[in-house]
């Protein structure tokens, strides 16, 4: 018999706006109606770090969308190098507590010319990185690892709730993360409890000149369709759960849409590498949602396990449960 693929089936999609506000709430709220039930997760690319386009915030659009669903993973971008990671830990605290555990981080590290533009655009403020790439990497990785950090700065149980005594958290369970870097200091604790998943999933689109620490910092990595799997998650080796990242295939589908048979192809070829699950990468959703849903996914679907009706997306990527580093060093 047949071994059913359980392969995840994921969109890529960008968040530019078209005409009014009722426009982007009418395509949104459709579009995550019909992906709820189809796709396992979902991915933001926040604007900002692509020079030349605009679009909605993307961690805000996905805490919009997360009462909208009730399945799908969403994983929101945010450009590290230019937003405060305090507040990119507690947005994506607040879509974990959103989404009941689907929530995850895309880890955007800017690239010398959208950070060049954005240096002539504002100046250069105080923790501001440099231009230079060894600058942006070092930025982009002591962000993550700030990001975590806040995440356990709340025990599990630090909130008690005890009416009788007036106690509604007990202190000694908050923890200072004070973490200073080179172009930026933090010290915690978060003024949001740790999300449900303890660490929503961190992820990163890869290329070859990906700063392999920053991969390495993150739960999932994105890797183009045609690489060998193999050898890139020998590149990667141990993540940052003390396995190396989850890996999956992105596929890039065309203004024109693709053939089925050559995406189920390259799916299949992505999945006997090592590849955990696809993202169907859409440049123009407004277009090509369609043709994705109606004839890409169910192609991809067929001799498949059905999308988890349940469970965090920590789980669904495999990932190991997340213990808290300041619990466990009390």
């Known amino acids: 018999m047949t071994q059913k693929s359980t392969l995840l089936i994921g969109f890529g999609l960008g968040t530019e706006a078209r005409g009014d506000g009722a426009d982007w709430r ?36 996905a ?20 937003v405060e990671p ?41 923790g501001f990185p440099a231009i230079d790439a060894p600058s942006l990497d070092r930025d982009a990785l002591d962000a993550v690892d700030v990001v975590r950090r806040l995440w356990d700065s709340w025990e599990d149980d630090a909130i008690i709730r005890d009416t009788e005594s007036q106690r509604f958290v007990d202190g000694r369970k908050l923890h200072y993360v004070d973490f200073q870097g080179a172009d930026f200091r933090v010290l915690g604790p978060s003024i949001t409890p740790r999300p449900p998943q303890g660490q929503p999933v961190v992820a990163l689109s890869w290329t070859p000149e990906t700063d ?19 050898e890139t998650r020998a590149r990667l080796g141990e993540g940052a759960g003390g396995q190396g990242p989850a890996v999956v295939a992105d596929i890039a589908i065309g ?52 999308p988890s009706p349940g469970g965090n997306l920590r789980g669904r990527f495999g990932l190991p449960a997340a213990r808290n580093r300041y619990a466990a060093a009390a």
């Open 63 to 82: 805490n919009w969308l997360g009462p909208r669903s009730s399945r799908i993973g969403i994983i929101a971008g945010a450009p590290l190098n230019f």
């Open 255 to 306: 203004p024109d849409g693709a053939a089925a048979e050559g995406v189920v192809a390259v799916a299949r070829a992505a999945e006997a590498g090592g590849a955990g699950g696809v993202r169907l990468v859409l440049p123009d959703p407004h277009r090509q949602i369609e043709h994705a849903i109606g004839t890409l996914v169910p192609a991809l679907r067929a001799g498949s396990e059905a």
């Open 86 to 126: 305090f507040h990119v830990s507690t947005a994506i605290a607040t879509l974990d507590y959103v989404t009941e555990g689907r929530a995850g981080l895309l880890a955007h590290r800017l690239d010398e010319a959208r950070s060049r533009e954005a240096h002539r655009a504002i100046g250069k403020l105080k």
């Open 26 to 61: 009418g395509f949104w709220g459709g579009l995550i109606g019909r992906l709820d039930g189809a796709a396992d997760f979902l991915t933001l690319d926040d604007r900002f770090a692509d020079p030349g386009r605009d679009g909605l915030d993307a961690i805000l659009l």
């Open 212 to 230: 392999p620490a920053l991969a390495r910092a993150a739960d999932l990595v994105f890797v183009p369709a045609g690489v060998d799997f193999a």
